[in-house]
């Protein structure tokens, strides 16, 4: 079993009536952490860790979207900032000095932009829309963004996407229960694989494990589900072929999971969901006979836990940071 110890808590908007956060991410170097709701501002947080560890908060960037930020994440070299909005845009952020600011917009999709990720090489960025497409932006060597694919794969709104950690392949989760995995052929973005009925109900998220063989998807049907790729030596990921091999019912909620977050240190997966729990699992067993095992559960936000993501740094890898409806960005130690 984990123990949890709630390290810091930071609310947004006042207690009686507080500013719904969607999503937490953090800067690879685990220094900073990003947030973004429905207050249309990003806050860019310092993770400082002194006798007391807490956040402070070092910029807040609220005049570049009009409605609610759904998604906001850093690129892998730091330098880039990029935010998505329920008025459809994406918003590029670069760091001078130590402060990030907008330096681009990017506009096309025709409704509500859901997610918003870099590739592992920082050359593409994936967004994602209610409008059922997927697009793929390239960056060039001035920081320029030029579409470079846009896919319709999913019948209904595509709430999520996700990278490999060391390929250019990218899965997305969608409204139609489906997840579909992307590669780039050198000179477009095809569908490599289709899995349809991937959950019975919303697909809400997905994460890679370190190594990339693995993927665990999370959904409406409160299901943690692992799928393996099938050819592990013999392919690279983005010609492999994925089977799920484990499947984890949480039987003690009826809400969703919305978020999932696989530490690529220890190796625990960290969901949380409309309950306001935050679980915490572990994959054991070997490769033809893995199962999920719960560790335990922290019930500390009054509201619905949108996102969890563990911190990437090594030295802090055992920090959980969550985002939740009741306006707190929280920061949780998890000890096994």
């Given at each position: 079993?984990?123990?949890?110890?709630?390290?810091?808590?930071?609310?947004?908007?006042?207690?009686?009536?507080?500013?719904?956060?969607?999503?937490?991410?953090?800067?690879?170097?685990?220094?900073?952490?990003?947030?973004?709701?429905?207050?249309?501002?990003v806050r860019i947080w310092t993770f400082n860790q002194?006798?007391?560890?807490?956040?402070?908060?070092?910029?807040?960037?609220?005049?570049?979207?009009?409605?609610?930020?759904?998604?906001?994440?850093?690129?892998?070299?730091?330098?880039?900032?990029?935010?998505?909005?329920?008025?459809?845009?994406?918003?590029?952020?670069?760091?001078?000095?130590?402060?990030?600011?907008?330096?681009?917009?990017?506009?096309?999709?025709?409704?509500?932009?859901?997610?918003?990720?870099?590739?592992?090489?920082?050359?593409?960025?994936?967004?994602?829309?209610?409008?059922?497409?997927?697009?793929?932006?390239?960056?060039?060597?001035?920081?320029?963004?030029?579409?470079?694919?846009?896919?319709?794969?999913?019948?209904?709104?595509?709430?999520?996407?996700?990278?490999?950690?060391?390929?250019?392949?990218?899965?997305?989760?969608?409204?139609?229960?489906?997840?579909?995995?992307?590669?780039?052929?050198?000179?477009?973005?095809?569908?490599?694989?289709?899995?349809?009925?991937?959950?019975?109900?919303?697909?809400?998220?997905?994460?890679?494990?370190?190594?990339?063989?693995?993927?665990?998807?999370?959904?409406?049907?409160?299901?943690?589900?692992?799928?393996?790729?099938?050819?592990?030596?013999?392919?690279?990921?983005?010609?492999?072929?994925?089977?799920?091999?484990?499947?984890?019912?949480?039987?003690?909620?009826?809400?969703?999971?919305?978020?999932?977050?696989?530490?690529?240190?220890?190796?625990?997966?960290?969901?949380?969901?409309?309950?306001?729990?935050?679980?915490?699992?572990?994959?054991?067993?070997?490769?033809?006979?893995?199962?999920?095992?719960?560790?335990?559960?922290?019930?500390?936000?009054?509201?619905?836990?949108?996102?969890?993501?563990?911190?990437?740094?090594?030295?802090?890898?055992?920090?959980?940071?969550?985002a939740s409806d009741d306006g707190s960005v929280r920061?949780?130690?998890?000890?096994?």
């Amino acid at each position: 079993m984990v123990s949890f110890r709630e390290i810091t808590l930071q609310r947004i908007g006042e207690e009686s009536a507080p500013s719904r956060i969607w999503m937490v991410s953090w800067h690879y170097s685990g220094n900073f952490l990003a947030s973004c709701g429905d207050d249309k501002a990003v806050r860019i947080w310092t993770f400082n860790q002194d006798s007391k560890p807490h956040l402070d908060c070092r910029t807040t960037l609220d005049d570049s979207h009009t409605r609610t930020i759904r998604c906001v994440n850093f690129s892998h070299c730091g330098k880039l900032l990029a935010s998505s909005s329920f008025d459809a845009s994406i918003v590029i952020y670069q760091q001078e000095d130590g402060d990030y600011s907008e330096v681009n917009k990017l506009e096309g999709h025709e409704s509500e932009v859901k997610w918003c990720a870099f590739s592992p090489s920082d050359e593409f960025l994936a967004t994602c829309s209610r409008d059922k497409s997927v697009w793929f932006w390239q960056v060039d060597e001035d920081d320029d963004f030029n579409v470079s694919s846009i896919l319709q794969p999913h019948t209904q709104d595509v709430k999520f996407v996700v990278w490999h950690p060391n390929e250019d392949l990218l899965v997305s989760c969608s409204y139609d229960f489906s997840i579909r995995f992307f590669r780039y052929d050198g000179e477009d973005w095809v569908t490599q694989q289709k899995i349809d009925k991937a959950h019975d109900g919303t697909v809400w998220s997905a994460a890679f494990d370190a190594d990339g063989h693995r993927l665990i998807t999370v959904g409406e049907d409160h299901v943690i589900q692992i799928w393996r790729r099938e050819n592990v030596g013999a392919k690279s990921a983005t010609a492999d072929t994925w089977k799920s091999v484990a499947k984890y019912l949480v039987e003690d909620t009826r809400w969703p999971l919305y978020s999932v977050s696989w530490n690529h240190v220890t190796g625990l997966v960290a969901t949380a969901g409309g309950d306001s729990k935050i679980r915490i699992f572990q994959v054991a067993g070997s490769a033809d006979d893995e199962r999920i095992e719960p560790l335990g559960v922290w019930s500390g936000h009054d509201g619905e836990v949108n996102c969890v993501a563990w911190c990437p740094a090594a030295d802090k890898a055992n920090i959980l940071a969550s985002a939740s409806d009741d306006g707190s960005v929280r920061l949780l130690q998890v000890e096994l």
